[in-house]
């Protein structure tokens, strides 16, 4: 499983985002398979289309189940 951090906004870590994914050991990162997993954007910039979990988007919405992960710790 590869990490991707939820501060660089890219479509694995976006609510719109339906592809295949599972939130990380903190709310600041997604687990994805490979980089070129993909999944349909609901509702984006890129609505209908399927888009690779690296994409960036200017409508980016934090994942809604990163909201009950825990926090990042301030100084690990």
């Known amino acids: 499983m590869l990490i991707q951090a939820v501060d660089r ?3 694995a870590s976006c609510e719109r985002w339906q592809g295949p ?3 990380g050991a903190t709310n600041a990162s997604v ?3 490979s980089e070129t997993v993909t999944g ?3 509702g984006g ?3 209908g289309d399927e888009r690779r979990a ?3 988007c200017g409508h980016w919405q934090r994942w809604l189940k990163l909201q009950n ?3 990042i710790p301030e100084n690990p």
Do not use: F, T, V, Y
């Open 69 to 71: 992960s825990p926090e």
């Open 40 to 42: 349909l954007c609901h």
């Open 9 to 11: 906004k890219r479509c």
């Open 31 to 33: 687990l994805i398979e």
């Open 21 to 23: 994914r599972q939130p």
């Open 54 to 56: 690296r994409s960036a």
């Open 45 to 47: 910039g890129w609505d």
